[in-house]
């Protein structure tokens, strides 16, 4: 963009510089004219002076060429109006225009610029006897105002004045407040009280104060307001002051082989001026690439996104440097910048594949031995060391299909380990070769696939060396068949080993090593074993019907091997099932007893078993088969509660058996656990927490306690000897009671048999039997006897009804003076008939 500015002293400058503006003027008349701007501004301005900023894009958008009318003053891009030279303007407006040109569109056009100088007023001041004002409630017109940042001066600065309609007739005083008066920033800014010029005193900064909101105010003389306090902003116009910053190190990273166009990653550069303008307009350029060859990266000017332009590749270069910058202005020559470095990081991925340093191997081990390493391989792997990406995986492809062969990886090498891990034997394999592969634990990356990568193999060939061995022990374990209960003293065949150089048994030596229940001895020669004990398959030595036995085989030179012999014992049925323990039933209960046998022979021999009772038992017992090990046996009704001993015969599948006696306690329970009985018959002593009654053994206690209490009661009134005399008071037939066997008082009541006493005894000594007061007894001098009065009833079972003492002995028998009986009598009667009582009662609590 061309910028056009006077070119002071010479004559030839002077020409040239008349001429140019003479074609400008010339182009003026045929410019388009924008939007007139009119500046006001101080009367007199020094060189280098911001005289205001026009907005050009409003004009002319793509204008490539700017230039003033006027050499007096210089046009930037942004549109800023600088002076030249000292200006000094009379009470005359001064214009000029600016000239825009779009060369490519072939188009111009003009801003007119129309500069206002303060005109000088004569003021009236307004006299005490002059009629007072009237306030007028007008509010002052906001008027626009600027200042420059970082003014470089002179100070004090006029910047704008204000004046009131007031000042046309009368004195105004002009007054401001707010920040930058009164307020912080202090003293930045003052107004003539005269004219209402504002000046600025010192330079502002925009980044700290962006703007100033002060208020005027117009006031008389004598104090009074003419006009209502005006609003005024003073904005702080920005000055291209600040250069672009970046805040931290920028470090980015990328997977190499990325296609073209990937976004790396984003640098952004900040600017404390003022935003949407063309100081903090920022254009980003890489400046340098380390290494500077090829160029793997490009970022966009404006967004600042870095996108890959070549895939990169980690293998020729794993880090990159660039050295971006940032220039405000739109990347303008003249615009500030600053330079930022960053990194980017080539990130591996697996598109490298390993090799071996060599083609083939060779290598060598002596036979049968075993857990040896014999060779290292050694592989080159371009990727990143210690990742997936490079750590190496062997794999065993041909030749090991016998599985004696092993190959590891050394953390530390990344090298291949090949081991053998079962012996070789010379004498049937002398040499072995095979074909080892390498890939990494990671898988090959798409775009690696894409171009064929496969894996790489190599040959490695195994010479086994001869070596003189001992005796050889195969197969390792050998299986005999043995009758189950074979006798003492019986040979068997043993272990044979052989020697592998003859391929024969001579010269060997056999012992045994182990034999736990010392079943065997064996010939030191042949290996042959001989049973020192009847073989027993219900061993518990015996598992699963074998019996283990080692041999140790042993050349001339000390040089030995091991076997297992293992004894496959056929079962015999020569254990007859048993019962395995006696059974507890419940009288209430639902089951019954559950028994369980057992067989200690194999399954042929075993279950399902038969459970037989004899004939004697069958009438007090009954039983049925619950499975093929067990049966439930039930009581019949008519068994009391007791301990049992039962017969039963158990037979197994092929009818061998015998009679076992099975211990039954039947027992009043509900549950067996409740049952406490022991074999003495008596209730086992428990504390009184864990008693529990049933309502049949309280109904037992209670029956029990009532017929003690009469055979107690009867012993107690044949056994006293006191006689007592019954003596009843007046009214003694009102009291006694009579036995009757009518519903209502009937013939029994008479006279007859009511005596009445006829001397006063103690009553506690009355004997009152159960039912009816039937007599009373007297005791004199040591000889006991007992009066019945007549009329006394008892009930004979074996007589079918009631009986008196007078039907016992006859009308008359037997009376002594008074209608009384003798003792003897009365004993004679009571007697059976009380033991009748006595068996009533006890079959009455029984049932």
Not at 788 to 804: A, I, N
Request: glycine share 6%; charged share 25%.
């Amino acid at each position: 963009m061309l910028l056009m500015a006077p070119i002071p002293g010479g004559d030839l400058r002077s020409i040239l510089c008349r001429h140019l503006l003479f074609s400008l003027l010339v182009l003026c008349f045929f410019c388009e004219a924008c939007k007139k701007v009119i500046l006001k501004v101080p009367s007199h301005l020094q060189a280098d002076t911001l005289v205001g900023r026009v907005n050009l894009e409003e004009c002319l958008r793509s204008a490539d060429l700017i230039h003033s009318s006027d050499p007096d003053f210089r046009i930037l891009e942004d549109g800023s109006v600088y002076t030249t030279k000292d200006v000094g303007l009379s009470s005359e407006k001064r214009t000029f225009a600016i000239l825009l040109s779009d060369s490519q569109k072939q188009e111009q056009k003009k801003i007119e610029i129309a500069l206002l100088a303060p005109e000088k007023k004569i003021l009236m001041k307004r006299h005490t006897k002059e009629r007072a004002l009237k306030r007028t409630k007008r509010r002052w017109a906001p008027i626009p105002c600027s200042i420059m940042e970082n003014s470089l001066g002179p100070f004090p600065q006029q910047i704008q004045q204000i004046q009131s309609d007031s000042a046309q007739n009368y004195t105004i005083y002009y007054s401001i407040s707010g920040p930058g008066v009164d307020k912080e920033p202090f003293n930045l800014f003052y107004i003539d009280r005269d004219t209402g010029d504002i000046f600025c005193t010192r330079s502002v900064d925009r980044e700290t104060y962006d703007s100033f909101q002060i208020t005027g105010y117009a006031t008389t003389p004598d104090g009074y307001s003419t006009d209502l306090p005006l609003p005024l902003l003073i904005k702080v116009e920005d000055d291209n002051d600040n250069a672009p910053y970046f805040e931290d190190m920028i470090t980015f990273s990328v997977i190499e082989n990325c296609r073209v166009g990937t976004s790396v990653g984003q640098v952004v550069a900040k600017d404390r001026d003022e935003p949407e303008t063309l100081h903090t307009r920022l254009k980003y350029t890489i400046l340098k690439q380390i290494p500077a060859n090829p160029k793997h990266f490009a970022i966009h000017p404006e967004t600042g996104v870095i996108t890959t332009i070549l895939p990169p590749d980690r293998e020729t270069c794993p880090t990159y440097t660039l050295h971006v910058e940032a220039r405000d202005m739109a990347g303008q020559s003249f615009g500030l910048s600053n330079i930022a470095v960053l990194t980017i990081n080539i990130k591996d991925e697996n598109d490298n594949a390993p090799s071996f340093r060599k083609t083939s191997y060779v290598t060598e081990v002596e036979e049968n031995k075993i857990n040896l390493e014999i060779l290292r391989m050694d592989i080159e792997d371009k990727d990143l060391p210690n990742t997936p990406h490079s750590r190496a995986k062997y794999i065993i492809l041909k030749g090991n299909e016998n599985g004696q062969f092993q190959i590891t990886t050394d953390p530390n090498t990344n090298a291949g380990i090949l081991c053998v891990i079962k012996p070789l034997d010379y004498e049937t394999t002398r040499q072995v070769i095979l074909q080892v592969g390498v890939v990494n634990e990671a898988e090959f990356s798409k775009g690696t696939s894409s171009r064929g990568i496969t894996t790489c193999t190599t040959s490695v060939t195994v010479n086994v060396k001869n070596a003189d061995e001992g005796p050889e022990c195969q197969p390792p374990v050998t299986v005999i068949e043995a009758k189950d209960g074979m006798v003492s003293g019986k040979e068997i065949f043993g272990y044979k080993a052989r020697d592998p150089e003859t391929l024969s048994s001579e010269g060997l030596r056999y012992q045994k090593l182990t034999d736990e229940d010392n079943w065997f001895q064996i010939d030191e020669k042949t290996g042959n074993l001989k049973t020192t004990k009847v073989l027993d398959r219900e061993s518990t030595f015996v598992k699963n019907d074998q019996y283990n036995v080692t041999v140790l085989a042993m050349d001339s030179a000390g040089r030995s091997c091991t076997g297992t012999l293992v004894v496959r014992l056929e079962d015999d049925n020569d254990n007859k099932p048993i019962i395995k323990k006696n059974v507890t039933i419940c009288r209430h209960g639902d089951e019954g007893g559950i028994i369980e046998a057992v067989d200690h022979d194999g399954p042929t021999n075993g279950p399902p078993f038969d459970f037989v009772l004899d004939n004697q038992s069958n009438k007090f017992w009954t039983i049925r088969r619950r499975s093929d090990t067990s049966a439930v046996i039930h009581p019949k009704e008519d068994l009391r509660s007791n301990f049992y001993s039962v017969p039963i015969r158990v037979n197994d599948r092929h009818g061998f058996g015998e009679i076992t006696q099975l211990q039954v306690r039947l027992c009043d329970c509900t549950l067996p656990s409740d049952c406490k009985m022991i074999p003495s018959g008596r209730v086992r002593d428990v504390s009184p927490s864990n008693i529990h009654l049933g309502k049949w053994a309280i109904l037992a206690m209670v029956l029990g306690s009532a017929l003690l209490l009469c055979v107690l009661f009867a012993c107690f009134c044949v056994t006293t000897k006191k006689t007592v005399q019954k003596c009843f008071p007046e009214d003694i037939a009102q009291q006694n009671l009579i036995v009757s066997n009518t519903e209502a008082p009937g013939e029994e009541v008479m006279e007859a048999n009511i005596r009445l006493p006829t001397q006063t005894t103690n009553i506690s000594e009355q004997i009152i039997s159960t039912g009816t007061l039937g007599g009373q007894g007297t005791k004199t001098g040591g000889q006991q006897s007992f009066e019945m009065v007549k009329g006394y009833t008892l009930d004979s079972t074996k007589s079918g009804g009631h009986q008196t003492l007078e039907s016992y002995k006859g009308s008359g028998q037997g009376l002594v003076d008074n209608g009384r009986y003798a003792y003897t009598d009365w004993h004679s009667f009571t007697q059976p008939r009380l033991g009748e009582e006595s068996i009533r009662g006890h079959t009455l609590i029984k049932n």
